[in-house]
C-alpha cells in the first residue's frame, strides 16, 4: 500500500489539468556551448617543461570565467574526435573562436570555418578570429607557403570537389577579415611574475571580450533548467550583490539535489562584476587526490588570472589571504564535506577585500554552522509540475509527457521521489523505450522503499544491456576524472565497442565527458560500485572489481581463490602501506586492470595474468615481471620508482602495447627488446641513473611519439642511428655522460622537441639538420660544446634556440640567419665573442638573451649605424640596421660591462621592446632614445654602479628596478603623466643615512588609489621572498618596514610612480 506522502503526490499529479498537447512543441536547438575552439592541435603542442600552450591557457581562462567550451585535444588523425560531433558541436555553440595558425589550412580545419561561417550567416554566431603566429592578409588570400601547399593538395584531390574548395576559400576570406587577433609573440621569461607576457596579455584580452560580448546569454540560465528561477531568487536575497559588506552563503541539502548547478549558475550571472574569481569544483574529492596544497594553488591562479603560483612551506592560507584581501572576489567552495576544508580555503571575511562573496556548497549543514556561516538556504525537491517538466523534457525533448505515456509518466515521477538528479537520470533511460520497458521499470520503483537515491538510480542501470553495464561498472570503479581516450582504448580491448558504450552512458545522463575526461555525479558512482559491492557483500573476494584498500586487504588476505577479481585500482598512497603474500595473484587469473601503489610483497612474484591491460605498479618490489607472464593485450605498463633489473630477456610480442614508464627505477641497467613492440607510443625511462645501454631496436619504433631519458646519468652513447618518423619530444636532459648524438635517419619532421641541457656532447651531427619540424632545441649547460654545425640552418620551423651556459662555445654558424622562424635565443654565459652577421635576417626574434658576453659581441651585434660588413661564409654583404629586429620584446644585455656609448642611441628601431635588461653594467648614462620605446614595460638597471642619472622614460613603461645603483643623484618624477587606468612601480636605492636604525618616510605625491594598486601589485612578488613585513596606512600614505632579519646596513627604498 502506498504512503500517505505518495498518495498526496499522486493527488496533486492527478489534479493537473488535461495535457495540452496541442502546444506540446519540441524543445528549441540545444545551446551546450558558448564557445566552439576551432585550432589545430599539431601547432599548439604543450610546452615540455610547462605542460603548456596558447590553446590549453585559453581555454584555461576561458572556462574559469564559467564559459562552457567546446574544445578536441588532438587533430583527428591523431585520434580527435569524429568530424560529425564537431560539426554538431558548432550547431549547439553560441559563438566561435577561431585560432589560424601555421598548419590551419587541414581539410578538417577547413569543414569547421566552412560550418562556423554558415552558422554566422544563418544564425548570426559571434566570430572572433586569432591569428597566431600567421600574418592575417595570408589568411585572407590563402597565401603564405603552409596555405598554399594545403589548398594545391586540396585542389588536386579527387575526393574533394573544386566548388567545395571555392567554398572554404571563401569562409577563409570572410571570416579572415572580421575584427580579432593577431600574436605574433611566444612566451617570455621574465624576472617578474606579475609583468605578464603578450600572450597571456592577448588571453585576458581575450577572455574579457568573449564574456562581455557573451553576456546576455551566459547570464540568462537555461529555460529548460526546471524550478531554478525561484530558487535563485531566495539565493539572490541573500547574497546580496552590491553591497561592501563580506559575505559567506553556504547552499546545503540532500546529494542530487541541485546544489552545483544553483551555484554555477549564480557564478556565471555575476562574476562580471568581481575583481577574481574561482569555481572550485568538488572539494571533497579533488583533497583526497590532490592535497590542500593544489587546491589552495587553484585557487590563487584563478581567481588572479595568474601562472605559476606556488604554495611555499605548506602556508597555503596565509598566501590566500595576503594575495586576495585587497581584491573584490568570488569565490566557490564546492560539495565541502569538513571544516578544516574551509579553514584552510577560506578562513575568515578578512581573508578577502570588500565587496567579496563566497559561497560554500554541502550535504552538512552544521559544518556551516561551526565555520559561522549564517545565511544558509536549503534546496528543497521539486514539486510535482517542475518534476513532471523535467521527466518529460528528457523523456520526450518536450515539456510534457506524449500521450500515450501520461499515465506512466506520472507514475514515474511520483514513485521517483523529487531529486533532479533521479527524475533526469530516468528520463533519459526511458527515452524511446517500449511501453513494455516503462511498465517494468514502474514496478521496480513501486518496490523501493522511503525513496532511497542509490536505488531509484539503480533502476536506471537495470536498463542498459550487459556490454553497457560492463563498460559503466568499469567507467564507476576505475575510470572517473581518467582521459576519455585512455577508457576508450582500455575498453576496446576487452572487445566493447566503448565509442557507442559511451555515447550511449551520455545520453543517459549517467556520464559525462567535459574536456575529453569521464566524469559522473558522485551519487551515479556510488550506485554503479554499490552494484558491484552487492553482488558479494560480506566477500570482496568474490566481487569483480576492487578499489578501497580495505577491501583489497581483506579479498586478498583470504587463502581461497580470487578468479573473480577482474580489476584493483588503489589510487591514494596517503591510506599506509598495504602487505600482500605475492602468492595471492596466482589466483587471479582473470585480472584485466592493475594499478595500485604503496604495497610490499611477501615472497617473489612468479604469476600475474595474462588477461591484463593495463599494469600500473608503483614502486614494483621485485626484481623483475614473473617468467611465465605474457600479456598479449596489454596496452599500458608503468611501473615508476621500481625495484626492476629487467623487464625481459629476448624477444616479446606485445602487439597492443603503447606506453612503457620505468620512471626513477634505480635499478634497471638496460633496455630489452622492442622490436616485438611495433605500436609503442610513449617510453618513459627518466631518472634511470644506472641505465647504460639502449637496445638497436628503440632506434626504429615507428610509432614512438615520446622518448625521455632526462637524468639517465649513465647513459654515455646512443649506440644507433634514429629513425623515428613519429616522434614529437625526446628528452635527454641532464645525461650528463652522454657525450655524443647520434645520426639522424629518414624522415624525422614530426620531431619538435629535443632537450640536450646538461650533457657532455662536444658536437652536433651534421644530420640534425633533417629535423625540419623542430621547434624548440634545447643545449643549456652543454659546457663541453665545441661548436654547432652549418646544418643547423636547415631547421625551418626552430622557434626557440637555447646556448645558456655552453662555455666552450666560441662561434654561431652564419646559417642561423637562414632561420627566419626563430624568436628566441639564448647565448647567456657562453664565450661567443662576434655575433654573426646573418643575426640581421631573423627579423622574427622575439627574445635575445646576452647575459654575461663580452663588449666585442656586443659591438658586433650593434654595430655603427648602417655600416657594412661581407659574410665570407655565406657570400653577403649586411647593411647593418637596428630596425631588422623589428619584431624584438625582450633584449637583456646584463652584466656585459657596458660603458657609455656602447648601448646603440637609435633604440627608437626597437618599436616591439618591452623588457630592456642593462642591469650590471659600467655605464653612467643612458641614451636619450629609451624615450622612444613605445612599447617599453619593464626595465632592469640593478647594480649600474656608475649610473648617475635616468632619463625621460616613455609612458608605457610599469616597473623600474634600479637597486644599488650607488652613484644615482636624480631621475625624473613622472607619477603626474601615469595614467589613471594604469599601475607601476619604481625601485631606486638611495644612500643611507648614518643612523643605523632610522626609518625614513617619504612623501610620495600619489592619490591613494593608485599608491593602493601599485603598492599591492609589488608586494605579491617581493614579500615572499623578503625578510620584511610591510604595513600600509593608504589615509596618510607612509611607509613603515619593520625588520625580521635586517643586515647591519641596509639602503631604504624610495618609491614612486612612473
Not at 376 to 382: D, F, I, Q, T, W
Not at 954 to 977: F, G, H, I, M, T
Request: glycine share 6%; proline share 4%; aromatic share 8%.
Amino acid at each position: 500500500m502506498a504512503s500517505s506522502a505518495i498518495m498526496k503526490r499522486r493527488d496533486s499529479i492527478t489534479s493537473l489539468s488535461s495535457p495540452p498537447y496541442s502546444i506540446s512543441l519540441p524543445l528549441p536547438p540545444l545551446r551546450r556551448y558558448d564557445v566552439f575552439l576551432s585550432h589545430r592541435a599539431k601547432d599548439h603542442r604543450a610546452n615540455n617543461d610547462t605542460g603548456r600552450s596558447f590553446i590549453s591557457d585559453l581555454h584555461e581562462a576561458l572556462t574559469s570565467q564559467g564559459i562552457v567550451v567546446f574544445i578536441d585535444k588532438e587533430d583527428e588523425e591523431d585520434g580527435g574526435k569524429p568530424l560529425t560531433e564537431k560539426m554538431k558541436a558548432v550547431d549547439e555553440s553560441r559563438s566561435s573562436i577561431v585560432v589560424f595558425s601555421e598548419n590551419y589550412g587541414s581539410w578538417v580545419c577547413m569543414k569547421e570555418i566552412r560550418k562556423i561561417r554558415m552558422c554566422q550567416k544563418l544564425r548570426d554566431q559571434l566570430v572572433l578570429p586569432i591569428f597566431y603566429k600567421v600574418d592575417p592578409g595570408d589568411v585572407r588570400k590563402q597565401e603564405g607557403e603552409s596555405l598554399v601547399k594545403f589548398f594545391n593538395e586540396h585542389e588536386a584531390n579527387p575526393n574533394i570537389s573544386i566548388e567545395e574548395v571555392k567554398k572554404w576559400r571563401k569562409s577563409m576570406n570572410k571570416v579572415g577579415n572580421l575584427s580579432g587577433w593577431h600574436l605574433q609573440d611566444s612566451q617570455l621569461n621574465i624576472t617578474f611574475k606579475q609583468f605578464c607576457s603578450s600572450e597571456e596579455g592577448a588571453i585576458k584580452e581575450i577572455v574579457n571580450h568573449v564574456f562581455n560580448k557573451l553576456r546576455p546569454d551566459l547570464f540568462r540560465y537555461d529555460d529548460k533548467l526546471v524550478g531554478i528561477s525561484q530558487r535563485l531568487h531566495q539565493i539572490n536575497m541573500l547574497l546580496g550583490i552590491g553591497l561592501d559588506d563580506i559575505r559567506f552563503v553556504g547552499i546545503w541539502g540532500m546529494g542530487g539535489i541541485g546544489k552545483t548547478t544553483l551555484a554555477r549558475i549564480i557564478y556565471r550571472s555575476v562574476s562580471h562584476l568581481f575583481d577574481g574569481c574561482y569555481f572550485l569544483d568538488n572539494v571533497k574529492e579533488a583533497l583526497k587526490k590532490q592535497g590542500i596544497a593544489s587546491l589552495q594553488e587553484k585557487l590563487l591562479t584563478g581567481a588572479l588570472m595568474k601562472r605559476n603560483i606556488d604554495i611555499p612551506n605548506a602556508d597555503g592560507a596565509t598566501l590566500i589571504k595576503r594575495r586576495i584581501s585587497n581584491i573584490k572576489a568570488l569565490i566557490i567552495l564546492d560539495d565541502v564535506d569538513h571544516l578544516s576544508q574551509l579553514q584552510q580555503l577560506a578562513g575568515s571575511s578578512d581573508w578577502f577585500g570588500s565587496g567579496s562573496r563566497i559561497i560554500v556548497t554541502t550535504r552538512n549543514e552544521h559544518l556551516l554552522v561551526s565555520h559561522g556561516i549564517e545565511k544558509r538556504y536549503k534546496v528543497e525537491g521539486l514539486n510535482v509540475e517542475e518534476a513532471l517538466q523535467l521527466f518529460s523534457q528528457k523523456a520526450f525533448g518536450t515539456n510534457y509527457p506524449k500521450k500515450d505515456y501520461f499515465d506512466l509518466s506520472i507514475q514515474v515521477v511520483e514513485y521517483s521521489g523529487d531529486l533532479p538528479l533521479a527524475i533526469e537520470v530516468l528520463g533519459s533511460s526511458l527515452r524511446d523505450k517500449s511501453r513494455e520497458v516503462w511498465k517494468n521499470a514502474v514496478e521496480k520503483l513501486k518496490e523501493i522503499r522511503d525513496k532511497k537515491i542509490l536505488e531509484i538510480l539503480r533502476v536506471s542501470y537495470d536498463l542498459l544491456d550487459k556490454s553497457e553495464k560492463e563498460i559503466f561498472l568499469d567507467l564507476a570503479c576505475f575510470f572517473k576524472k581518467k582521459s576519455k581516450k585512455q577508457a576508450i582504448e582500455v575498453l576496446q580491448s576487452f572487445g566493447f565497442q566503448a565509442i557507442i558504450g559511451l555515447e550511449i552512458l551520455e545520453e543517459r545522463s549517467l556520464i559525462t565527458t567535459p574536456h575529453e575526461k569521464i566524469q559522473m555525479h558522485d551519487l551515479i558512482q556510488e550506485m554503479g560500485q554499490e552494484v558491484v559491492r552487492r553482488m558479494f557483500p560480506n566477500n570482496p573476494e568474490k566481487r569483480t572489481r576492487l578499489w578501497l584498500r580495505e577491501d583489497v586487504n581483506l579479498a586478498l588476505s583470504h587463502d581461497q581463490g580470487a578468479e573473480a577479481i577482474e580489476g584493483i585500482v588503489m589510487d591514494s598512497s596517503e591510506e599506509g602501506e598495504s602487505h600482500l603474500n605475492a602468492k595471492v595473484f596466482s589466483t587471479m587469473t582473470n585480472l584485466r586492470i592493475l594499478k595500485i601503489n604503496n604495497v610490499s610483497l611477501c615472497g617473489e612474484l612468479d604469476y600475474l595474468s595474462d588477461q591484463l591491460r593495463f599494469l600500473s605498479w608503483h614502486g614494483y618490489p621485485s626484481k623483475y615481471l614473473p617468467p611465465n607472464f605474457h600479456p598479449k593485450s596489454i596496452l599500458e605498463l608503468e611501473l615508476p620508482n621500481s625495484f626492476i633489473h629487467y623487464l625481459w630477456k629476448g624477444s616479446k610480442r606485445l602487439d597492443r602495447l603503447k606506453t612503457v614508464n620505468l620512471s626513477d627505477s634505480q635499478f634497471i641497467s638496460k633496455t630489452p627488446d622492442f622490436s616485438g613492440v611495433p605500436n609503442l607510443e610513449r617510453l618513459i625511462l627518466s631518472g634511470c641513473v644506472r641505465l647504460t645501454k639502449l637496445h638497436q631496436s628503440l632506434g626504429s619504433l615507428k610509432r614512438l611519439i615520446q622518448l625521455d631519458l632526462k637524468n639517465c646519468k649513465a647513459l654515455k652513447a646512443i649506440p644507433f642511428s634514429i629513425s623515428l618518423e613519429s616522434l614529437i619530444v625526446l628528452s635527454l636532459s641532464n645525461c650528463s655522460s652522454l657525450k655524443n648524438f647520434p645520426n639522424i635517419v629518414g624522415n624525422m619532421k614530426n620531431l619538435t622537441e629535443l632537450h640536450l641541457d646538461g650533457t657532455s656532447i662536444q658536437e652536433l651531427h651534421p644530420s640534425i639538420g633533417h629535423l625540419t619540424g623542430l621547434v624548440l632545441l634545447n643545449l643549456e649547460n652543454c659546457t663541453n660544446l665545441l661548436e654547432l654545425p652549418n646544418t643547423i640552418g636547415s631547421l625551418i620551423c626552430l622557434k626557440t634556440l637555447t646556448l645558456h651556459g655552453c662555455s666552450k662555445l666560441t662561434r654561431i654558424p652564419e646559417s642561423l640567419g637562414f632561420i627566419a622562424s626563430l624568436e628566441k635565443l639564448d647565448v647567456t654565459n657562453t664565450c661567443i665573442n662576434q655575433a654573426p652577421l646573418s643575426l640581421q635576417l631573423l627579423t622574427n626574434l622575439e627574445i635575445l638573451d646576452c647575459r654575461g658576453l663580452s663588449r666585442k659581441f656586443i659591438h658586433s651585434l650593434f654595430p655603427s649605424w648602417n655600416s657594412s660588413s661581407y659574410s665570407s661564409q655565406l657570400g653577403l654583404k649586411f647593411t647593418y640596421c637596428l630596425s631588422s629586429f623589428c619584431s624584438m620584446k625582450k633584449l637583456n644585455l646584463s652584466d656585459c660591462s657596458l660603458k657609455d656609448g656602447d648601448i646603440p642611441d637609435n633604440l627608437q628601431s626597437l618599436p616591439s621592446l618591452e623588457i630592456l635588461d642593462l642591469s650590471g653594467n659600467s655605464f653612467s648614462f643612458l641614451p636619450k632614445s629609451v624615450e622612444h620605446l613605445v612599447n617599453l614595460r619593464t626595465l632592469y638597471l640593478v647594480n649600474c654602479k656608475r649610473l648617475q642619472e635616468l632619463p625621460k622614460l616613455p609612458l608605457s613603461v610599469r616597473s623600474v628596478e634600479a637597486r644599488d645603483c650607488v652613484s644615482l643623484k636624480e631621475y625624473y618624477n613622472q607619477e603626474k603623466q601615469m595614467p589613471s587606468s594604469s599601475t607601476g612601480m619604481a625601485v631606486i636605492s638611495c644612500p643611507i643615512t648614518d643612523e643605523e636604525h632610522n626609518f625614513k618616510i617619504d612623501r610620495v605625491n600619489l592619490s591613494s588609489i593608485h599608491l593602493r594598486t601599485m603598492v599591492q601589485r609589488y608586494i605579491e612578488v617581493h614579500t615572499l621572498s623578503l625578510s620584511l613585513y610591510i604595513f600600509l596606512n593608504f589615509e596618510n600614505i607612509y611607509f613603515h618596514f619593520i625588520a625580521r632579519k635586517l643586515p647591519f646596513r641596509f639602503r631604504l627604498f624610495h618609491l614612486c610612480a612612473i
